[in-house]
């Protein structure tokens, strides 16, 4: 516990300090108004082979400039003018290149994604993409190991264009539109391929989610009470004594009962479907009194 409160401190730290660095970069010749009234609704992680994406469900196409650590361990992603609806944190136990995506608001009201890596690692791809089927618009990241990356450390993104921050050069640009004449014989392929491609992202999106979900939960402690009372109602016995007949009377008390507590950790969340419990339990009872009257004495 101790190491995550110290590492979300840490995190905050650098977010912090990213912010005031970041507007830094060129990007002068960007204008960024059009962010305006954008919003993050959601996050997805899939991996793939040799990099891991991250998706960004917007309200609409955005624009942002990036700029990543000396260390590589970090890439902060500036999102000017763009509100954030979703979990602030992510932790992703189960990713090969991303050890934790968080973001941290700043006080104009946009923010900074700031995707820390397990090892030194960058971008090698970013798109965003226009609604389609039952998605709105994305923001796509593909976020692989330093040495498999291929955009610059530092950059902004606008309308689908990587340019270098340090050199004002094109780094990623869509790529060309088919030849008409290639066009209309790759729309079924392309769309059977796109399907494809989106249902296997989905579908390892939702594994990833559910195991991180999972892992995040973690072992959680309980505790547990209980009591129970039980009570004897007024009776009577019928003594057969041939010498002297007898009446009888019970009074009504308290005749048992129980309370315990129990103390116990449940693994399930660390993925064991198993609990560890230590349960202390007292159970009592009272002896209720009978009163037998000899009929002929009247001794009692």
Excluded: C
């Amino acid at each position: 516990m101790m190491a995550r409160v110290t590492h979300t401190f840490l995190i905050s730290m650098i977010g912090g300090l990213v912010t005031l660095v970041l507007p830094a970069l060129e990007a002068a010749a960007i204008d960024y108004s059009s962010n305006a009234g954008a919003t993050v609704g959601r996050v997805r992680v899939g991996e793939h082979p040799g990099f891991s994406r991250i998706v960004l469900d917007t309200t609409k196409k955005v624009k942002f400039k990036y700029e990543t650590s000396p260390d590589g361990r970090t890439i902060a992603v500036e999102l000017p003018n763009i509100k954030w609806s979703t979990k602030e944190s992510h932790v992703l136990n189960h990713s090969k290149n991303i050890d934790r995506i968080e973001f941290v608001p700043s006080r104009s009201g946009s923010g900074t994604v700031l995707i820390e890596g397990k090892t030194a690692a960058g971008l090698k791809w970013v798109r965003t993409l226009s609604p389609h089927s039952k998605r709105g618009n994305r923001l796509v990241l593909d976020v692989a190991s330093r040495a498999s990356a291929t955009l610059p450390a530092a950059g902004t993104f606008e309308n689908n264009v990587v340019r270098d921050a340090a050199t004002g050069k094109v780094a990623s640009a869509p790529p060309a539109a088919l030849p008409k004449s290639r066009k209309k014989a790759s729309v079924a392929a392309n769309s059977k391929n796109d399907e494809m491609q989106k249902h296997q992202e989905d579908l390892g999106t939702r594994k990833a989610q559910d195991r991180d979900a999972m892992a995040n939960s973690g072992p959680k402690p309980y505790v547990a009470m209980k009591a129970g009372l039980v009570f004897a109602s007024a009776g009577g016995l019928d003594l057969e004594d041939a010498a002297a007949p007898h009446t009888t009377d019970t009074s009504s008390v308290l005749v048992g009962g129980s309370f315990g507590a129990a103390v116990g950790v449940n693994w399930a969340g660390a993925g064991l479907p198993l609990r560890s419990e230590f349960e202390f339990t007292y159970r009592f009872k009272t002896t209720n009194s009978i009163d037998a009257t000899n009929q002929a004495t009247g001794v009692v």
